[in-house]
């Protein structure tokens, strides 16, 4: 089991930024990869970025390429989510996700690829 705690979320004004973090725990020696997603209210829970736990692969949502950067530090379990140049259609709440068992054709998009979810951080950008 890997448990995640998500932290870091806030008010913000359009054009701002925020860091989100997000803390692995338990047999965080079976990550493979961690992924942020967000859910605005009414609407699918949608993927954000991801990146492999090992390597430095990173993929992210096109709505936030350019904007978002998502890191990592091992050594800490923490996976990172930078966002600049927020806009009021970034509101969401942010969940954290852990991939830790082999998923096969995947890149890291999809919901489904991953095995542990936070309980989310609430960003709100104001216009």
């Known amino acids: 089991q890997v448990q995640l705690v998500e932290s870091g979320g806030g008010l913000v004004q359009a054009g701002g930024s925020l860091r989100l973090s997000c803390t692995a725990s338990?047999?965080?020696?079976?990550?493979?990869?961690m992924g942020w997603f967000r859910q605005a209210p009414g609407k699918e829970r949608e993927f954000v970025a991801t990146i492999q736990w090992s390597g430095v692969s990173t993929y992210y949502a096109e709505s936030v390429k350019g904007r978002f950067t998502i890191s990592r530090d091992n050594a800490k379990n923490t996976v990172y989510l930078q966002m600049n140049s927020l806009k009021p259609e970034d509101t969401a709440l942010y969940y954290c996700?852990?991939?830790?068992?082999?998923?096969?054709?995947?890149?890291?998009?999809?919901?489904?690829?991953?095995?542990?979810w936070g309980r989310g951080t609430q960003v709100t950008v104001s216009s």
């Open positions: 996700a852990a991939q830790i068992r082999m998923v096969v054709g995947g890149a890291g998009s999809g919901r489904d690829e991953y095995h542990s």
């Open positions: 338990g047999r965080t020696f079976d990550i493979r990869r």
